[in-house]
């Protein structure tokens, strides 16, 4: 009889034990309603960068390294990341005949991008467009994690196929991370719309570079982040000498232009000035005739008005115009 009750003592509070374990793992990975909220909206946002970047990348306004360095912003860690680390994968949509899931069509993230920059036609106006976003539940694998489901409207041309773009229904994959107060989330996986990638299991990207972007490691990142920039060509360094030179000649332009105002302002100051005196002394020695005639003149202001209040705001006026001519020609220092 010990015996059977050592074993139900033993075997009871390995139960114990198995379930506040499973309780306690099942807590960490319950999110409230207000955290699931707050990560489908982010993941939102992520989706409207990442048809922002593909909008700036095809913008033919951009220099060759201000294209590289959007696309290498968008996978290291930067104010304008949106994916995880440079090891995300995305199934290959720049070939206006892959239109569905196939074997051979994943690709590295910087790849993609390279080849979207290279074979998507350049315009001067915004051709992609995503309509049509649902975001998914939030749901807790390893962590919390949610799919974007959109329809992409490639309204360009290829350069390497004429076949025309067709819209495309695609499936995002972003994960999400606590960090202190506020969630953090970024793409993780971007396909071709299908059954399988709507219920596929969460990926979890490696990083090729040696830095994790959700460690939040600021000073190392910003030191790789310098030493990976793309190198500047020739033909970029002239583009931005002439854009330097533009900037100057407009500088110039307005320090004539703030020359001249300060001129007209203190000539037009003077001016008002000298009619005030003016207009006083004359009202000042008519008053003098004035007293010398009455016996009990009145005052000079009841005389002499409203003359003796223009003289006085004309040099109030010039007062002020003056100092204001003074703020023009100290621009143009």
Known sequence: MNAMKKFLIKNTCFLLVAAAFLSNQTS?????????????????????????????????????????????????????????????????????????????????????????????????TNTIEFTNLVVGDVKV?????????YTQHFKGKSNKDNTPYQPITRVAELRADKSGNDWIVYLTRVAFNSSENAKSAPVNPAPSATYDSLQKKKEPVVAQQMEKKPAVSQQDTKQAERVSEQISQVNQAEIRQARKWGAIKLGAGVAALAFGAVTYSMLNKDYKDYKEKIANPEGLTSYAKPGVYISIGAAAVGIGVSLSSIFDFKKVK
């Not at 048809?51 to 294209?67: G, H, M, P, T, V």
Request: net charge negative; glycine share 2%.
């Open 28 to 124: 960490a990975q319950t999110l409230s309603r207000k955290d699931a909220d707050e990560i489908r909206v982010l993941a939102r946002e992520r989706i409207k960068g990442l048809n922002d970047l593909l909008n700036a990348i095809a913008n033919e306004d951009l220099s060759n390294y201000e294209r590289k360095y959007l696309m290498m912003n968008s996978y290291m860690p930067s104010n304008d990341q949106i994916f995880v680390n440079d090891g995300v994968i995305v199934e290959d949509d720049v070939d206006p005949k892959h239109k569905v899931s196939a074997p051979g069509l994943d690709t590295p993230i910087e790849k993609y991008l390279s080849n979207f920059d290279l074979f998507y036609v350049k315009s001067e």
């Open 141 to 149: 694998d390893k962590y919390p994690f949610v799919k974007v489901f």
